[in-house]
């Protein structure tokens, strides 16, 4: 039976021999909260904020004009964020 051993210095040093040669195409695959994890210049919230705090933030400032809107989508999808929301607005309209 054989082991596999996982080498990180081996992984680095390979990685910064095909970057260092330029010939290879690199990708690079950034997870969903990757962007929230960044933070604001002078605050502790998040440079772009996760689907739950976007939610909260566009539903309150949509619910002074769209308010009535708001409430029936709501109650057509119970615990919806706003892509839920938006997908819904979206059929509704026949955009998607």
Sequence with gaps: MSTSVHN?????ASLRQII???RKRLGLLVGAGAPA????P???EP???????LT???LT????KYGTTLDAIR??????NIEDVLSREGSLLGTF
Excluded: H
């Design 8 to 12: 990180p210095d081996q992984y680095m």
């Design 20 to 22: 260092a040669q330029g």
């Design 37 to 40: 994890s960044i933070k604001a």
């Design 42 to 44: 002078g605050s502790s």
């Design 47 to 53: 440079l772009i904020p996760a689907v739950a705090r």
């Design 56 to 58: 909260e933030i566009v």
């Design 61 to 64: 400032a949509l619910e002074g």
């Design 75 to 80: 109650s057509d999808i119970p615990n919806a």
